[in-house]
């Protein structure tokens, strides 16, 4: 089992930045990689953003690519979300999630609670 705790979302003025933390707990040895979703209001969740946890090696979703940069800390049980140049088409829930590879490709069964970011305009 993995636990994931989210924290550093809240209220930030347009351009501003926010660094959001994501913390594994438990059996973190059988994560493959780490990842990002995020989810506005009556939409779907998207894909963001993920990392290698062995390797570092990261992968961006265009909606994501250029402002936000993802990156696990020195201990292997942290991955963070560096956001840059905030819009307020930002201002919505951002998930972090562990993934498994498995026979049947990268899956996520470990789920954060998620963190609000609002991006004031």
């Known amino acids: 089992q993995v636990q994931l705790v989210e924290s550093g979302g809240g209220l930030v003025q347009a351009g501003g930045s926010l660094r959001l933390s994501c913390a594994a707990s438990g059996r973190t040895d059988i994560i493959y990689k780490m990842a990002w979703f995020r989810q506005a209001p009556g939409k779907e969740r998207e894909f963001g953003a993920s990392?290698?946890?062995?390797?570092?090696?990261?992968y961006y979703a265009d909606s994501m690519k250029g402002r936000f940069i993802i990156s696990r800390d020195n201990t292997k049980n942290t991955v963070t979300l560096q956001m840059n140049s905030l819009k307020p088409e930002d201002t919505v829930v951002y998930y972090c999630a562990a993934g498994r590879l498995t026979t049947a490709g990268v899956q996520y069964p470990y789920w954060g609670q998620g963190t609000q970011v609002t991006v004031s305009s």
């Open positions: 990392i290698t946890w062995s390797t570092a090696s990261t």
